[in-house]
Structure formats: C-alpha cells, structure tokens
C-alpha cells in the first residue's frame, strides 16, 4: 500500500503562476522528501523536511509538513515551463524501506 | 559529478527470454535500491540492500526475479523468464547513511 498520496493528480497552470501540490500520508515519519521526474528520465531529490521542521524553502520552492494532519505541501512559485514534470511525494516508515505516491502531473503552460 | 548509472538504457526482448538490467550505484554508498514505474502502479519498491546484503526483497515476485549484489560497484536484477507484464522502466536508486535517494537514469524494458 502506498504511504504517500499526492493531489491533485495533474495540474495545469500558466507560467508565472504558483502550483501548489499536496500529500497525504498515513502512519508516523522521521522525513518527507519530495522528488521530481521528467517524462522519461529518473528522479531527481528537490527537498527533505523532517519531522521536527514545519516549512522548508529552496529557491522558488516551500515545502510545508503538519504532522498533525500527515500532511505536507509543496509549492513551486513563479513557475516556468521547466517545471513542468511529475512531482512525487516519499515518506519513510521508520526505515529505509519508504515509498513513493503517485504523484501529480504539472503542466507549465507558456 | 557522481551519479547512478544503469544499463541498457533500453531493452526490447520477446516472451521467456532473460533479461539482466545492471546498475552502478554512487561510490560510497552502501544502499541500492530497485524500483519499478508502470502507469498503472506508479513507483514500486522491488527490493534494496545494505552493505551488498538483501534487506528487503518482498516487492519482487520471487519466482521469476532475482536481485544480487556481486560487489559494491554493481547491483544487478535479472528476470528469468520475462512475460509482457513485465514491461516496465527499472529504476536503480543508491544512498548513504541519509535518506536520500540517487537515481540513475532507468532501464525501458519492453517483453514482447
């Protein structure tokens, strides 16, 4: 069963907008990290918040975690057509075995 | 610039053929893993060892796949025989003692 869940599943914005993306997940974590592919390639690590860390910036990106709500959200603002990629969430269940979501599918228009 | 490197980059092989995907995990780091990307089930964990030993290979149907780790500079995964449903990109990921996860390019097999 998958621990993190993104929404939405897809998101269409235009550039210069902010995208703004969830995840959802279900037991207790020590991390989330959130991750970035573009169609055809591997993953690429864009952000690790842990569990004591409540908001996390690196450059145009603000990751958020509540662990009240397991919940976090990423935020890409001023966003370009470059950004346009699949946006995974990954949450660690204590070990090093932790999984990904779904994710949602942004789409830069220009 | 250190980065996880697989091969092949693609592999077009017909029904109960073998197929071995390789991977060459970041020097230094003593944790590989294998993911599987299908459309339909998203990101799989297939298996994943640490210091060349298996941890945990739950992920992988046991009776057709196999995962080693001869020596630390090679992880391989072999499918023994392949069945379409198989087709799938392969992803190799390493690590150190933190949470983050390299990945290297993935292996596109398609079984005919």
């Known amino acids: 069963s998958q621990q993190g869940e993104e929404d939405p599943q897809a998101l269409s914005i235009q550039e210069g907008e902010n995208a703004t993306m969830n995840c959802s997940y279900k037991?207790?974590?020590?991390?989330l990290q959130w991750y970035r592919q573009n169609s055809g390639r591997g993953l690429v690590h864009l952000i690790l918040i842990r569990s004591n860390e409540r908001e996390k910036h690196s450059g145009r990106l603000r990751v958020t975690l509540d662990t009240s709500k397991k919940s976090s959200s990423l935020l890409i603002t001023a966003s370009r057509a470059a950004d346009t990629a699949s946006y995974f969430c990954a949450t660690d269940e204590h070990s090093q075995n932790f999984v990904f979501g779904p994710g949602t599918r942004l789409s830069v228009l220009p | 610039d250190a980065r996880v490197t697989q091969t092949p980059r693609d592999k077009v092989t017909e029904m109960g053929q073998e197929v071995t995907m390789r991977c060459q995990p970041i020097l230094g780091h003593n944790t590989v893993f294998w993911y599987r990307q299908t459309m339909m089930q998203g990101l799989e964990l297939l298996a994943y060892f640490r210091n060349r030993a298996p941890l945990d290979d739950s992920g992988m149907p046991k009776d057709r796949f196999s995962a080693e780790m001869p020596d630390a500079t090679l992880a391989t995964l072999k499918i023994q025989p392949s069945e379409p449903r198989d087709s799938a990109v392969y992803f190799c990921?390493?690590?150190?003692?933190?949470?983050?996860?390299?990945f290297g390019p993935g292996t596109r097999l398609t079984v005919l």
């Open positions: 990921a390493s690590g150190d003692r933190g949470a983050l996860r390299f």
């Open positions: 037991t207790s974590i020590n991390n």
